[in-house]
């Protein structure tokens, strides 16, 4: 059982790429999200879903665009890379009537150029 | 002002003390109460949930609310070097498809 897999575990990117950070459960939860950490900021919610087809902002969600097309696939897309993105990105699941109980990943650390 | 805050530490104590991390809160609309733990380059896990004030034990762990002066707690007794992580707190209003807030996280180190 993975669990939560996330791709790629390191980023390089420089200053207006773009890219997509993979995330995909295989515990048929209906609950994704994506967060980003950085040092004395904790976890901040950037996108989540509750269910195929259906997203919504967190409390960062600038520069960020998602779309839930499958139960297990949660993609959180890069437009165009700024350095304030420099950070580590984590997604997490949980089912729905059970949000409080996340299932994280292992994160992707990005830097920005 | 933050929804959450959480004292940063850093926290350091002697193997077999007992912690005690806190973390304040304002939204009075917060009925999900969880502790995360998350070890150096790892994602975080899930370690107590609680749904009420009063306390709520796990083993070693001991998850304590406080609704009426906004304030939770975590308590660990016998602390082990394994116990050596940061500790997050997190909250959430009752509608399951809500957003869940989190502190800044607590490192804690456990000295052998």
């Known amino acids: 059982n993975a669990g939560v897999t996330q791709t790629p575990k390191f980023q390089v990117l420089k200053t207006g790429q773009s890219m997509t950070l993979q995330c995909a459960q295989d515990?048929?939860?209906?609950?994704m999200s994506w967060y980003r950490q950085d040092p004395g900021m904790g976890l901040r919610l950037i996108h989540y879903s509750v269910g195929a087809g259906i997203t919504d902002q967190g409390e960062v969600p600038n520069g960020y665009n998602v779309s839930r097309s499958t139960t297990e696939d949660f993609p959180l897309r890069l437009l165009s890379a700024a350095p304030s993105q420099t950070s580590v990105y984590f997604c997490a699941s949980s089912y729905r009537g059970e949000v409080e109980k996340l299932f994280f990943g292992s994160g992707t650390q990005l830097s920005v150029l | 002002q933050k929804e959450v805050e959480q004292d940063p530490g850093p926290l350091s104590v002697p193997e077999g003390a007992i912690v005690s991390l806190n973390c304040t809160y304002s939204?009075?609309?917060?009925?999900?109460f969880m502790w995360y733990r998350q070890y150096s380059r790892k994602g975080p896990e899930l370690l107590m949930y609680t749904y009420s004030s009063g306390n709520k034990e796990d083993g070693r762990f001991t998850a304590q609310v406080d609704k009426s002066s906004k304030y939770i707690s975590l308590f660990i007794r016998d602390s082990q070097p394994s116990d050596s992580a940061t500790y997050l707190c997190?909250?959430?209003?009752?509608?399951?498809?809500?957003?869940?807030?989190f502190g800044s996280g607590t490192r804690l180190s456990i000295r052998p």
């Open positions: 939204n009075s609309a917060f009925q999900y």
């Open positions: 515990m048929n939860h209906e609950y």
């Open positions: 997190a909250m959430k209003e009752y509608s399951s498809a809500s957003k869940i807030i």
